[in-house]
């Protein structure tokens, strides 16, 4: 949980800080470094793991699940791989998913699990262990482009909050199925 909360704070304030340090946060936008954006299909290699976006899409509805008025669902399938020395605690909140840009509010984070499709909502990646998923997002119906994104934070004995490491986005569209 507080691995959770520092990951939120961190990536709030990222965002508020986008107009003064130069960095995009609008799909297609991103860091200036090219191994830490990536699209559909690319591997980006976190400290950690490595992880792939295989395929997104939107829909209404997702194994019973509906869409609220004036939503859409935003289904990411994508695969982990632990290249660390030690299991990594994981959360499905690690990948929030980014639209518009311009508003701190313009994020979410994966629904509960519906299926058994879904990354739970935390587990552990085993040394050198591959795990595959699905992560599915509440975004408004009118937004088409996209951006999943990832946060380091390590553990700082100074800061309860941890030290940020680097940011990761995979942009996309997700087309309607």
Do not use: H
């Not at 003064?20 to 090219?34: A, I």
């Not at 791989?81 to 959360?91: A, E, H, I, P, Y």
């Not at 262990?129 to 509440?138: C, D, M, R």
């Amino acid at each position: 949980m507080k691995k959770f909360v520092t990951a939120v704070l961190a990536l709030a304030m990222l965002l508020s800080l986008t107009a003064c340090n130069g960095l995009s946060f609008k799909p297609g936008g991103g860091s200036s470094s090219d191994d830490k954006e990536g699209y559909i299909g690319d591997t980006l290699s976190t400290y950690w793991f490595d992880f792939t976006v295989d395929d997104a899409y939107s829909c209404s509805e997702y194994s019973g699940y509906t869409a609220g008025s004036g939503k859409q669902l935003v289904v990411v399938s994508m695969t982990l791989k632990n290249t660390w020395g030690q299991s990594v605690d994981m959360w499905d909140s690690d990948f929030p998913l980014l639209w518009g840009g311009e508003d701190d509010g313009d994020l979410d984070y994966p629904i509960a699990p519906v299926s058994d499709e879904q990354f739970p909502q935390e587990y552990s990646l085993g040394i050198n262990q591959s795990k595959s998923g699905v992560l599915v997002y509440e975004a408004p119906a009118d937004y088409r482009d996209f951006s999943l994104a990832f946060l380091e934070v390590f553990e700082d004995e100074d800061n309860e909050e941890g030290r940020d490491g680097d940011l990761y986005f995979v942009d996309f569209t997700a087309e309607k199925r």
